[in-house]
């Protein structure tokens, strides 16, 4: 058999192009149809949101973060989210799930990443005003080609003596850990949270806002207001205060629910004098009535592990006492350390605290040894659930796998805490004189 007889003889001649040519233009007229057809069907069954929306929707905006709550009070609340393009958004909300009403957003940029592979996102900011206290409220923020999930949240009611909310802190650098926490707090039904900061490893580094914060708590921080006391590591260059403070308010806040007047600090800003901020942190516990006083902020003032932090020493435990503040709960130290409560100092009629140090919210571990004045200490992932009805509080401390690693049950009559509780009391002069030995350590 002869093969150089079936080869086809290419030339260059014009004559031998023209009948190629006249083939060739409906296949590629017909390959251009099916594609379309397919792209226009795979785009529709919803399979092909990468391939074909980019093609075909190029200005489409998508929503990168949240929606997350950045605070709820009986008439009002704050929201933000953020977008990869500048597009004007709306927030629509209502009762009943009607989605009646609604706030234009207006954006503000920011950029991500390094010089040579620099990225705009853009942060929304709202605040819902005119709510009715106690109400469920339905939401959705649409942009243009977007409509996001419907999530519901409640105001604060006027009138309870119930509450329950979790606190935890330094959730960075290990989301897989922190998302397992989260997992755990979804099971609980809780009103709000407060983090005692260190959210991300480095807060400069805006692509980490994302990875290390915003995705583990997807979920919970739709529904669930989060406050947040700033911890060191979220830094200076701005990007926490554009994220996550509301607009109008400051880093350091209070907010009341029920029962409970709490106050977030920001003790790691540089700039700021401690001295004015534990003013200022004093001056809202004595302005409060409220039946119990929570203060959180990120460098502890009792820590007797890691970082060994004694913010505000000497004057801290005193003044904190002397306010009436119950409980004072810190990150910054990666451990669980609840202390025995601290005495007012002699003889004074001030309030006994507990201190907590609750650093385990996803970050490597630190080593701890407890020593007398802890009540509990404990190297283990962990977040801390109050439950508050009147005068009675409980908190459970949850671990990784949802087991109670510690438990407590205060009743507080009179404005005098229970003498079950009171008995591992230790006077505040000899926890004052063990911090002064102890001012320089580190482990
Ligand atoms: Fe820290």
Known sequence: MNFQKAKPIVTNSRSNVRPRMYYSLPILRLACLIAFFVGVLAIESGCATNLFSDVFKKQDTRLTKGPFLLGVYPDRAALMW???????????????????????????????????????????????????????????????????????????????????????????????????????????KIDFV????????????????????????KGLAESVPVYIAKGNHEGDTGNYEKLLVSKGRKNSFGFDYGPVRYFCADNVSEGLDDEVQLHLIIADAEASDAKWKFVSYHVPSLNFAGHWSAWGYPDALPGLSKAGVDFVLAGHSHIYERFRPIAPPGGSDGSYVTYITTGGGGVYMHEIVPNVYHAVAMKKHHFCLFNIKGNKLTMDTIGIGGRVIDHIEVIKNAGRLDRKYLRLAIPMKQILDFQQMNLYRQD
């Open 82 to 188: 953020e977008t990869d393009t500048e597009g004007p958004c709306k927030l629509y909300y209502g009762e009943d799930g009607r989605l009646d009403k609604y706030v234009e957003s207006v954006a503000q940029s920011i950029q991500s990443g390094e010089e040579a592979v620099k990225k705009l996102f853009f942060i929304h900011k709202v605040w819902l005003e005119d709510l009715e206290p106690g109400r469920f409220y339905d939401y959705h923020v649409t942009g243009p080609g977007f409509e996001g999930n419907i999530y519901r949240f409640r105001t604060v009611p006027v009138k309870t003596d119930e509450v329950r909310f979790i606190v935890y802190g330094d959730s960075r650098t290990r989301p897989s850990v922190h998302s397992k926490l989260v997992k755990q707090m979804k099971k609980q």
């Open 194 to 217: 407060v983090h005692c900061g260190d959210l991300v490893t480095k807060g400069e580094k805006y692509e980490q806002w994302g990875a290390q914060f915003f995705e583990p708590l």
